[in-house]
């Protein structure tokens, strides 16, 4: 009796180990350097926690250096609740918060069964129609983790963003070794496709570390350049060979 129930708690540590080593991504977190000019203007988290289910919780926190927070005192907090699969992302609930001056904040609610997504923003409802597939803004990047460590080189998701349904495109255009605070990487770069050519987006992801962006550069319509470089991340994304 007593071998056999030792059986099977070795099967079932075995069954356990084989569904975490299989999840698509690792539980993370990831510290980002935000610079504007060469100065460094503030600071930028991400984390990912995942259960046994599927269900993840990503989350972003940006918020300005501590001299900075003096005359600009904004703070971004952005989340992602869904299903995490080897079929991809599929969000249930997004939220985006920022404060001080600049208050804004919306909540969207996806419904698989009737393929409609809720929108709470700045007091306003209303609901839209979604195609299987659809993203919240934030999701996109674990898709595109997930897209790039299946060697997919030209991505589409369609993205219920401020309301509306739109099309981010990413194309890879290029394989570089790169230097940031937290080391040397080989990366894959990859380039958001536009068609307001006023605004442009390079992303730099690494293969070693389960294709966690390692280097964002944003130039915006009024040609501000904005830079974000890692600076620490967890032990759990080494180990992705590509």
């Known amino acids: ?34 610079e504007q000019h060469d100065l460094k203007f503030g600071t930028a988290t991400i984390a990912l926690h995942t259960d046994e289910q599927g269900h993840y919780l990503y989350e972003f926190h940006s918020r300005p250096v501590r001299w900075l927070s003096w005359f600009a005192d904004n703070e971004l907090r952005e989340s992602s609740r869904g299903e995490i699969n080897a079929s991809g992302i599929r ?19 996806f419904d698989w069964q009737t393929l409609r997504v809720k929108n709470d923003v700045a007091g306003s409802h ?12 934030l999701a996109t990047q674990l898709g595109m983790m997930l897209a790039l460590g299946e060697g997919k080189d030209d991505v589409t998701f369609p993205v219920a963003d401020g ?17 940031v605070p937290a080391g040397t990487f080989r990366t894959v770069k990859v380039t958001k496709m536009r068609k307001d050519i006023d605004q442009e987006t390079i992303i730099w992801f690494a293969p070693a570390l389960h294709y966690l962006p390692v280097r964002i550069w944003r130039r915006d319509s009024d040609d501000e350049e904005y830079l974000s470089d890692l600076e620490h991340f967890s032990r759990s994304l080494w180990g992705k060979i590509n």
């Open 163 to 179: 309301g509306t349904l739109k099309e981010y495109r990413y194309r890879v255009t290029g394989r570089e070794s790169l230097d």
């Open 1 to 34: 009796m007593r071998s056999h129930t030792l059986s099977l708690l070795l099967l079932t540590g075995m069954l356990l180990t084989t569904a975490a080593s299989t999840a698509p991504l690792p539980d993370f977190e990831a510290r980002y350097r935000l």
């Open 91 to 109: 969000p249930l609930q997004y939220h985006y918060e920022r404060s001080g001056g600049n208050q804004r904040i919306a909540r969207l609610s």
């Open 126 to 137: 209303w609901e839209m129609d979604i195609p299987p597939g659809t993203h919240d803004k």
